[in-house]
């Protein structure tokens, strides 16, 4: 994945992929610590959406 000067560029089917990921994980019997790695994705792609949002300084 390419890098912006604010960090990594998220390629919006990707973001679009992993949405859709996560949301499956809520409704799957999985185990705790996959679910909690699913959070901890979750809230990375959020914040490198924000990051991506942010107009440069």
């Known amino acids: 994945m390419a890098n ?3 960090g990594p560029i998220v390629d919006p089917e990707i973001d679009k992929v992993l949405a859709e990921l ?3 994980t ?3 019997p999985i185990s705790p610590r996959l679910r909690e790695l699913a959070k ?3 809230t990375a792609l959020e914040d490198a959406r924000q990051r991506r949002n942010r107009p440069a300084p």
């Open 4 to 6: 912006s000067e604010s």
């Open 22 to 24: 996560l949301a499956q």
């Open 40 to 42: 901890r994705l979750e």
């Open 26 to 28: 809520e409704k799957e």
